[in-house]
């Protein structure tokens, strides 16, 4: 019988320094166009510094989250406001109203 060794947890998501890929992009994305729009000014204070405070907000804030919350949380917040488990209704029918004097 021939064993082979296999990954002890293949469903665990996959984390570059303690961020998400997404979450990495992201920051690289804010740093390039960040370093791009202030190439000739203080690179520390207008480059560096936000791209460090939003990543630690992102290290903060998604603590405990699910996979790919991020993602989810910007897809509801584009999304119209109004959620329903059920189809919208093909025709509007008004809800039966009882006739004067019966009682419940």
């Known amino acids: 019988m021939r ?3 296999l990954a002890k947890c293949l469903d665990k998501r996959l984390l570059l ?3 998400e890929v997404m979450d990495i992009m992201a920051i690289f994305l804010m740093l390039a166009i960040l370093n791009f729009i202030f190439s ?9 510094l936000p791209t460090i405070l ?3 907000v992102l290290r903060l804030g998604k603590r ?7 993602v989810h949380w910007i897809r509801f917040q ?3 406001g109004i959620y329903s488990a059920f ?4 025709k509007n029918v008004s809800p039966p109203t ?4 019966n009682r419940l």
């Open 40 to 48: 000739s000014s203080s690179k520390l204070l207008f480059v560096w």
């Open 78 to 80: 584009f999304r119209d």
């Open 54 to 56: 939003i990543a630690a």
């Open 87 to 90: 189809l919208e209704p093909s």
């Open 3 to 5: 064993m082979v060794a």
């Open 64 to 70: 405990g989250k699910p996979e790919k919350f991020l």
């Open 17 to 19: 320094f303690g961020f």
């Open 98 to 101: 009882l006739k004067r004097g």
